[in-house]
């Protein structure tokens, strides 16, 4: 993929702390990458990842219902008759449970899958809001998406190596007794900070920015990366609406990209 936007500049970190961004704009952000995913330079990159989120969903989907239903009826056979109420509060327990990890995982195979797909589009995104359209000739399609994969792949396996370690300590948070009363508070911030990561990646890994890099330019901006991961992990609990929220979150992501570098550049400015 071929990048017209200037590059990720390598002293950025040297510089210091660029200014804050509000958390107040994150809702702001995805109601932009909305737009930006629906508009004509950027929907030919949408197309692929929501027929691809709406394939792996619903196939998840249905094995999802199925464990359920079998997990149920077993159950139920098990109990009197006059207990055969309970079916439906352990039906909405099961698919409340069950159905957002479910959810969860097959919406993390799905943008692995579409990730090649995110790296375009969030190239487009970034030359719409740089106002720096890209050219014709530029390096856009199917061979650049080839090209990129081992890259985008061995991204990808950075995140999960650095998401597992923290699934772990929220699992044993939720185990141990006493201590798990604060469980849902940490899969809520960790849920909120991967999705954050995943989603303003995109623009980084374009620019070859290190993933380290990327983490430290998150955590200068920590309460505005959390509210853009929880707006968007709010709104991919949403159904048929989370089908579309991936590529606007991608280019929300981009967006929240632009700024920070804006801030950097602001910085280097002032230092100067």
Same mark, same amino acid.
């Given at each position: 993929?071929?990048?017209?936007?200037?590059?990720?500049?390598?002293?950025?970190?040297?510089?210091?702390?660029?200014?804050?961004?509000?958390?107040?704009?994150?809702?702001?952000?995805?109601?932009?990458?909305?737009?930006?995913?629906?508009?004509?330079?950027?929907?030919?990159?949408?197309?692929?990842?929501? $027929? +691809?989120?709406?394939?792996?969903?619903?196939?998840? @989907?249905?094995? /999802?219902?199925?464990? !359920?239903?079998? %997990? #149920?009826?077993?159950?139920?056979?098990?109990?009197?008759?006059?207990?055969?109420?309970?079916?439906?509060?352990?039906?909405?327990?099961?698919?409340?449970?069950?159905?957002?990890?479910?959810?969860?995982?097959?919406?993390?195979?799905?943008?692995?899958?579409?990730?090649?797909?995110?790296?375009?589009?969030?190239?487009?995104?970034?030359?719409?809001?740089?106002?720096?359209?890209?050219?014709?000739?530029?390096?856009?399609?199917?061979?650049?998406?080839?090209?990129?994969?081992?890259?985008?792949?061995?991204?990808?396996?950075?995140?999960?190596?650095?998401?597992?370690?923290?699934? $772990? +300590?929220?699992?044993?948070?939720?185990?141990?007794? @006493?201590?798990? /009363?604060?469980?849902? !508070?940490?899969? %809520? #911030?960790?849920?909120?900070?991967?999705?954050?990561?995943?989603?303003?990646?995109?623009?980084?890994?374009?620019?070859?920015?290190?993933?380290?890099?990327?983490?430290?330019?998150?955590?200068?901006?920590?309460?505005?990366?959390?509210?853009?991961?929880?707006?968007?992990?709010?709104?991919?609990?949403?159904?048929?609406?989370?089908?579309?929220?991936?590529?606007?979150?991608?280019?929300?992501?981009?967006?929240?990209?632009?700024?920070?570098?804006?801030?950097?550049?602001?910085?280097?400015?002032?230092?100067?």
């Amino acid at each position: 993929m071929q990048n017209n936007a200037p590059q990720g500049n390598s002293n950025f970190h040297n510089i210091g702390a660029p200014q804050e961004i509000s958390v107040f704009h994150m809702v702001g952000y995805l109601g932009t990458g909305l737009k930006l995913a629906l508009s004509k330079e950027c929907r030919l990159f949408v197309i692929i990842p929501i $027929i +691809i989120n709406f394939v792996v969903l619903a196939l998840g @989907g249905y094995l /999802v219902f199925q464990t !359920i239903s079998t %997990f #149920l009826q077993q159950y139920l056979d098990m109990l009197p008759e006059w207990l055969t109420f309970l079916s439906y509060i352990l039906w909405l327990f099961l698919v409340l449970t069950i159905g957002f990890v479910f959810c969860y995982i097959f919406s993390t195979i799905a943008t692995i899958i579409a990730s090649p797909f995110y790296g375009l589009l969030a190239e487009k995104a970034e030359g719409v809001l740089r106002g720096a359209p890209f050219a014709a000739g530029s390096d856009d399609g199917i061979g650049a998406i080839v090209k990129d994969i081992p890259r985008i792949l061995k991204r990808e396996l950075q995140k999960m190596m650095y998401y597992i370690p923290r699934v $772990i +300590i929220c699992l044993i948070i939720t185990l141990i007794p @006493g201590v798990n /009363v604060i469980a849902p !508070i940490a899969w %809520f #911030l960790l849920a909120a900070w991967m999705m954050c990561i995943q989603y303003v990646d995109y623009p980084y890994d374009n620019h070859k920015i290190s993933f380290a890099d990327m983490k430290k330019d998150l955590k200068q901006q920590r309460l505005a990366s959390f509210a853009m991961g929880a707006v968007i992990s709010l709104a991919m609990t949403v159904p048929i609406l989370n089908l579309v929220i991936p590529p606007a979150a991608v280019c929300a992501g981009t967006k929240y990209f632009v700024e920070i570098q804006k801030r950097y550049d602001l910085n280097t400015a002032l230092n100067n």
